[in-house]
């Protein structure tokens, strides 16, 4: 199987942005894709997952400063996770990878970065005035 993740860029503060990581290969449901982010200098989060089958989501807790502004969802038929950022923020800044696993995931274990079986290239966005 093979992620390749899109739509990165440079936008300002105060914006929007939506990623989107496209699975391909033999694919098999159920499946679960995880966003994770790594910003500069520091090492890399979980952000959020969404199962293909069911659309469950599990956001991220723990970052106050993500809640209420990460959006994931999915387009089953095109295997597609999209992940839509509003309100962007300097610390945004960083590069975001898609996973993908293949037994799909619920609370804790999405963030473990162990339970993902394959990983897409990340794509940079920066967030700057």
């Known amino acids: 199987v093979q992620l390749q993740a899109s739509g990165g860029g440079s936008v300002q503060p105060g914006n929007s942005l939506t990623l989107s990581c496209a699975a391909s290969?033999?694919?098999?449901?159920?499946?679960?894709i995880g966003w994770f982010r790594q910003a500069p200098g520091k090492g890399r989060e979980f952000v959020c997952a969404i199962n293909s089958n069911s659309g469950s989501t599990v956001y991220q807790e723990h970052v106050e400063s993500m809640k209420g502004r990460f959006t994931v969802s999915r387009d089953k038929t095109s295997h597609t996770a999209y992940l839509r950022m509003s309100s962007l923020k300097l610390e945004d800044t960083a590069v975001y990878y898609c996973?993908?696993?293949?037994?799909?995931?619920?609370?804790?274990?999405?963030?473990?970065?162990?339970?993902?079986?394959?990983w897409g290239q990340g794509t940079l966005v920066t967030v700057s005035s």
């Open positions: 996973a993908l696993d293949w037994l799909g995931c619920s609370g804790y274990d999405c963030y473990v970065e162990s339970e993902y079986d394959a």
């Open positions: 290969g033999r694919l098999s449901t159920p499946y679960a």
